[in-house]
């Protein structure tokens, strides 16, 4: 969260009475009828409540009453409360909610309310299950601001020097950055940031990092929060994917999309969108009529992608260690890449420089996560067979500037790796070299004792050097043994391919964007 300056918008904004909650339950998500809006007043919540710290936007902490239902929260009917501001924008966070809904996906993102507290205006968010993906430590001071400064610039001032405000009043500054111990590779973890990613390209959400998605410790479920950088103030309308420039944490589109998510996507009505998202009675936000044409021209993008990958048969139906790996190379594209290397960083207790000092990464203690995770593959499905097509990258012209001919080295792996994280500081290195690795993975466990071969290799062009270790250059031989400790065992293979020569792996591949 940001921090909280004063809304330019002071216009007291006349809202009609109504009775609290008065809609009937969630039955209607894909019905194409609104629903009334949701509202939330200083009534429906218990006595007290918590200002909570290490935050950069001031948000309280509260209950509702036992009476007040239908506001999708936790068991213990939590929720949190954020002042409506020009960097709190409550109408884009419920905006959200209510795409979630008509999208068929209701669960996905925390449940987003309009609410009068105290006669102060803002959203109502519903606690969501799990813990964050990330968390970070404040321990660093404390440190005073400058004398001088006025209450309307400290939050631009600790927002400079990385500093949050905490309860006693004074600033700290970051001091360790904690990922919790997920499996990523659990099926439920998988399609749940592939399905939030895709979910925040239609949204424009541009502030997803990992302490904004949540997982459930003992299912795997993943749940969005914090949901109001987006429409307007999130990722622009006619750069979807991310081309040109990007919101803070923005990553663009999926490249791996759960084949029934695309579906239920692909079956929507952008048509429908102005019905869905107009004003509705008690709302003290709106969309303007650009924030709603924006919406639907960033859904008809997004189907528009997901009908290319449904016609290239690219969609994913059973989600496995491949899909993982592959997902997990790309922490510039995707949220499940970004976390695994977030991950690493923390297995290797790697240093984030910050403008107060460095920040340290960690690992948090406890069990690995999910414990029970849900199946979220079809039943009796098997993966389809998958093929990866490598045409080698040509990184220098001739002379004359004809490329025809030229002639370059590449690398194929097949088998199982040691460890995910020896194969991307490879990639790197073998790169560095003008040699482009390729990586298919078979059998993980060796259950069909072919794990280590190159079956299913097939050269259409090009000379196939074999397996030997003849000739081997000294940083190949070391990739060897990072990958598997022989070439029998890495299931090496060098091919030398010109620019139009073609290499297919058939099997699950699990990784390249050579």
Do not use: C
């Amino acid at each position: 969260m940001r921090p909280a300056s004063k809304s330019k918008d002071t216009t007291k904004k006349k809202v009609t009475k109504k009775p609290f909650f008065n809609f009937g339950g969630d039955s209607s998500a894909r019905s194409g009828r609104p629903r009334a809006g949701t509202f939330v007043r200083t009534a429906d919540l218990k006595e007290g409540g918590e200002s909570l710290t290490a935050t950069a936007n001031e948000v309280v902490k509260s209950k509702l009453k036992s009476g007040s239902k239908n506001l999708i929260t936790s068991t213990d009917r939590t929720v949190f409360f954020k002042k409506h501001g020009n960097e709190a924008f409550s109408q884009y966070a419920v905006a959200s909610t209510r795409m979630a809904r008509f999208l068929g996906m209701p669960n996905l993102i925390a449940h987003n309310a309009f609410g009068r507290i105290n006669k102060v205006e803002g959203v109502v968010a519903g606690r969501v299950p799990g813990q964050p993906m990330m968390e970070t430590e404040f321990d660093r001071g404390p440190y005073s601001a400058p004398e001088g400064l006025g209450p309307e610039d400290l939050p631009e001032w600790a927002k400079s020097k990385g500093y949050v405000r905490k309860s006693d009043g004074q600033y700290y500054a970051m001091t360790a950055i904690v990922v919790p111990p997920v499996d990523l590779s659990a099926p439920v973890v998988q399609k749940g940031l592939s399905d939030l990613q895709l979910f925040d390209a239609i949204t424009g959400q541009g502030d997803r990092h990992g302490a904004n998605i949540f997982i459930d410790p003992v299912t795997g479920q993943v749940t969005g929060i914090d949901d109001d950088s987006s429409f307007h103030a999130g990722q622009r309308a006619d750069d979807v994917a991310g081309e040109r420039s990007r919101a803070t944490h923005y990553k663009g589109l999926p490249a791996l999309v759960d084949e029934r998510t695309a579906q239920m996507i692909i079956d929507s009505n952008p048509a429908d969108l102005p019905y869905q998202l107009a004003r509705r009675r008690d709302d003290t936000e709106e969309l303007t009529e650009d924030d709603i044409a924006n919406a639907q021209r960033r859904l008809v993008a997004v189907r528009d992608y997901l009908r290319d990958l449904k016609a290239q048969g690219r969609l994913v139906r059973v989600w496995n260690d491949a899909t993982y790996r592959r997902a997990a190379q790309d922490p510039d594209g995707s949220y499940l890449g970004r976390q695994a290397e977030m991950q690493d960083k923390a297995a290797a207790g790697e240093v984030e420089p910050t403008p107060s000092g460095d920040a340290h990464y960690q690992l948090s203690a406890g069990p690995r996560i999910p414990q029970q995770p849900l199946d979220v593959n079809p039943a009796n499905a098997t993966a389809a067979r998958q093929e990866l097509v490598v045409r080698p990258r040509v990184t220098e012209a001739g002379p004359s500037g004809d490329r025809t001919g030229r002639r370059r080295n590449a690398v194929l792996f097949t088998g199982a790796p040691t460890a995910d994280t020896a194969w991307r500081p490879a990639q790197a290195r073998l790169r560095a070299q003008g040699v482009d690795p390729v990586r298919a993975i078979g059998d993980p466990d060796g259950a069909s004792g072919t794990s280590s071969s190159s079956e299913g290799l097939r050269v259409l062009s090009g000379a196939d050097e074999g397996t030997g270790s003849e000739g081997l250059t000294e940083i190949e031989r070391q990739l060897i043994a990072d990958m598997g400790g022989s070439v029998e065992q890495s299931g090496f293979r060098r091919l030398t391919l010109s620019e139009d020569d073609v290499l297919e792996v058939s099997g699950d591949v699990a990784s390249d964007d050579a």
